[in-house]
Every structure is written in C-alpha cells, then in structure tokens.
C-alpha cells in the first residue's frame, strides 16, 4: 500500500465553483504536508504546507488537516481556468526525513 | 538566484550506457533528494540525503547511485541504463522544520531522459 493516496480523477468544476481534493496517509507519525500543483511539462510548485490539525487559508486556498483519520485536503475557492493541472499531495515519510507524494489529482476547470 | 540546477535538461541514452544526472542548489540546504516521475505514478522518491555525508534509499532504488558530493552537490547516476528508466527525474533541495522532518521542497526544471 503506498503511503499517500489520491484519487486521480480527473476532477471537472466550472468556473467559480469549489475545488475539493482529498488526500490520504498511512503513517500516524507524520508530521509535515504539503500541497503543490503542477503544470504539464513544469516543475511541481508549492501551494500550501500545513503542520498542524484545522485549517489553513491562504487567500483562495485552504488546506484541512485531520491526523486523527489520516487526511488532508485543499479547497479552491472560486476556481479559475488558470487552476487546470495536477495538485499533489506530499507527506513525510515514516523515517521523518524525505516527503512521499501521492500519484496527483488532476484538476479541470472549465470556463 | 539560481535555486536548483539540474544537468542535463534532456538526455538519450541506448540500453546498457551509463550517465550521471547532476544537481547543484545554492539555498544552504542540507537536505536534498532525486524523484524520478511517470505518466499517472506522480513522484517517486528515488534516494535522498538528509545531510552532507548521509544518503538513503527511498521508494525506488534499484539500478541507481548517488553521491553527496558537497552541501551544495547532490548526484544521480545510471551505471547500466534499462528503458524501465526513461523517466523525468527531478532534484529537489529543502530545510528541515524540526530534527530532520523536512520543509518545503525546492524543484529543479527537471531532466527528460529516455533509454532506448
């Protein structure tokens, strides 16, 4: 089982709509997560970091921890078309030192 | 600032040859790491060095090295290249936020490399 758990989608929204995307772990250790989106043929670029359990806003974005059941999510509020990519979700890895990434959601936000 | 600067951008390489990916990050970062990424399989951890002196093995290991050269240096190397390996490998560098649980992670553009 891998550690960190996507849903692949593709998830569709309209502009202007909420974007939810979920993520799971498996080490009830972990301590850091990360969202980070990704452009077809870029680099991964951070999005939001989250440390500790609630919520975490960053203008249209918030990041939700849950370490009780293992899972963090994103909200994009007021999704744009320039939102389209693949958000991936990373958490630090059993021994603490090295992020593990989920497999990514990809987002599509139609306008 | 340069961040992180990985060499070469793209590379072709026949079934058996070997090459050594380069990595360089001028951010004072102890922490570096190689992720190798696939179509659908998001990032995979490759090995990683939480400090000058120290690599690891992550999630997919087999079939290559590393070397911490330096704080600054951190390299990839292909001994015997097998098209299982054509991939897109992406360096990264980090901090640590507390003993050695890294921090956000700081991405090379990436290195396209196919194995035929």
């Known amino acids: 089982q891998k550690e960190v758990e996507q849903n692949s989608g593709p998830l569709s929204v309209p502009e202007g709509a909420i974007a939810s995307l979920n993520c799971t772990y498996s080490?009830?250790?972990?301590?850091?997560f990360f969202w980070y989106r990704q452009y077809s043929g870029k680099s991964p670029e951070l999005i939001m970091f989250?440390?500790?359990?609630g919520d975490k806003e960053d203008g249209r974005f918030t990041a939700q921890l849950n370490k009780a059941s293992q899972y963090v999510s994103l909200l994009i509020r007021d999704s744009q078309p320039s939102d389209s990519a693949t958000y991936l979700c990373?958490?630090?890895?059993?021994?603490?030192?090295?992020?593990?990434f989920g497999k990514g959601t990809t987002l599509s936000v139609s306008s | 600032n340069a961040g992180v600067t990985q060499t070469p951008k793209f590379q072709v390489l026949k079934t058996g040859q070997s090459m050594t990916l380069q990595c360089a990050q001028d951010?004072?970062?102890?922490?570096m790491y190689w992720y190798r990424q696939d179509p659908g399989m998001g990032l995979r951890l490759i090995y990683y060095?939480?400090?000058?002196?120290?690599?690891d093995k992550g999630e997919v290991p087999n079939g290559y090295n590393v070397s911490r050269l330096n704080k600054r240096e951190f390299s990839l190397r292909l001994e015997s290249a097998a098209p299982s390996q054509t991939s897109v490998y992406f360096c990264?560098?980090?901090?640590?936020?507390?003993?050695?649980?890294?921090?956000?992670?700081?991405f090379g553009e990436g290195s396209r490399l196919t194995v035929l």
């Open positions: 990264a560098s980090s901090e640590v936020i507390s003993g050695e649980v890294p921090g956000e992670l700081f």
């Open positions: 080490d009830r250790g972990s301590q850091s």
């Open positions: 989250i440390y500790s359990n």
């Open positions: 990373a958490v630090n890895n059993q021994a603490g030192t090295a992020l593990i």
């Open positions: 951010m004072n970062h102890n922490s």
């Open positions: 060095s939480a400090s000058e002196g120290t690599t």
